[in-house]
Structure formats: structure tokens, C-alpha cells
Nanobody, 121 residues
Framework: QVQLVESGGGSVQAGGSLRLSCTAS????????MGWYRQAPGKQRELVAT???????NYADSVEGRFTISRDNAKSTVTLQMNNLKPEDTAVYYC???????????????WGQGTQVTVSS
């Protein structure tokens, strides 16, 4: 298993920036699928940005060009740089990791506890 701890959330005005970090309890070197999701009040959890196989990245259309996901395998961290934030970016942001645990046959998903991001107009 892996534990994920997010940090860096907060409140900011529209047009501002925030940087979220996710630190894993174990090495993420062989965890291809790591990323960020968010959930706004009354809405379903949605993909924000994630690493997929081959080191490629996938972004939601709504954040493309404003958010950047990066990873530092040596520090077991995944970071989400969020620029030009909009009120509609307000949500709880969750770190996510998906991999096949040793001895398992299927992929398991792990989540952090979430960090609140609030963008005011």
C-alpha cells in the first residue's frame, strides 16, 4: 500500500496561483499512474491532471494550459502548479495513485485525504 499526503491548498483570488504537493509513503518510481482529481460541492470527482504510462500526461480540458503536473521520483512527490486560477477551480483536490500491488492481479487505487482550494472572484 501507499499513503498519500497532500499539501499546499488555500484561498486565492482569481488570476492567482497555488502549488499543490503530494508526498507518497513509498517510492513512486514504478507507479506510472499518479495524478490529481478534484471534487466540488454537489459534483462528482473529476480528473484534473495525471501521469499515465510512458511518462505522458493527461489534463482536463478545463485546466489545459493553466495547470502543470510534475513529479520527482527521488522525493516521491507529485506537484500540481496551478496558474490563472478561476472561481470554478474551487474544490477539494485529491492526490491519486494507481498500481498493481505485489502479488495482486489487478490495479488498486489509493487516495490522499484532500486539500481545499478556494478561488474568489
Amino acid at each position: 500500500q501507499v499513503q498519500l499526503v497532500e499539501s499546499g491548498g488555500g484561498s486565492v483570488q482569481a488570476g492567482g496561483s497555488l502549488r499543490l504537493s503530494c508526498t507518497a509513503s513509498r517510492s513512486i518510481f514504478n507507479i506510472n499512474y499518479m495524478g490529481w482529481y478534484r471534487q466540488a460541492p454537489g459534483k462528482q470527482r473529476e480528473l484534473v491532471a495525471t501521469f499515465i504510462s510512458g511518462g505522458r500526461t493527461n489534463y482536463a480540458d478545463s485546466v489545459e494550459g493553466r495547470f502543470t503536473i510534475s513529479r520527482d521520483n527521488a522525493k516521491s512527490t507529485v506537484t500540481l502548479q496551478m496558474n490563472n486560477l478561476k472561481p470554478e477551480d474551487t474544490a477539494v483536490y485529491y492526490c491519486n495513485a494507481k498500481y498493481i500491488p505485489p502479488g495482486a492481479r489487478s490495479m488498486s487505487a489509493y487516495w490522499g485525504q484532500g486539500t481545499q482550494v478556494t478561488v474568489s472572484s
